[in-house]
């Protein structure tokens, strides 16, 4: 069972940056990606997904040029570097993995699920 673990969110001010890890531990995790929601009623977004190896990643489209997700493989951990934050972005953003190395930008298709992490974004 593999268990994931983000932290980094914050408050931040519109312009801003910030960093979200996701620590993964248990078996070897394949496709990584992030996903935010913004209401519990509302679905998850796409945010960003990677191949096992990171040579391959995909971004919703609101997020692209301003968002990067890469991983440490020998730390266990995901990255979500966000820049140009905008209000529009605040959301809890979670941690997911696929046990399959195909990357999706649906979240149906993720296996694990962090506990989520709030970021908020003040004008």
């Known amino acids: 069972q593999v268990h994931l673990v983000e932290s980094g969110g914050g408050l931040v001010q519109a312009g801003g940056s910030l960093r979200l890890s996701c620590e993964a531990s248990?078996?070897?995790?394949?496709?990584m990606g992030w996903f935010r929601q913004t209401s519990p009623g509302k679905e998850r977004e796409f945010v960003a997904?990677?191949?096992?190896?990171?040579?391959?990643?995909d971004y919703g489209d609101s997020v692209k040029g301003r968002f990067t997700i890469s991983r440490d493989n020998a730390k266990n951990t995901l990255y979500l570097e966000m820049n140009s934050l905008k209000p529009e972005d605040t959301a809890v953003y979670y941690c997911a993995a696929r046990v399959s190395n195909v990357l999706a930008t649906t979240w149906r298709l993720f296996d694990y699920w962090g506990q989520g992490t709030q970021v908020t974004v003040s004008s």
């Open positions: 997904v990677i191949s096992r190896l990171g040579r391959n990643t």
């Open positions: 248990g078996p070897p995790t394949n496709a």
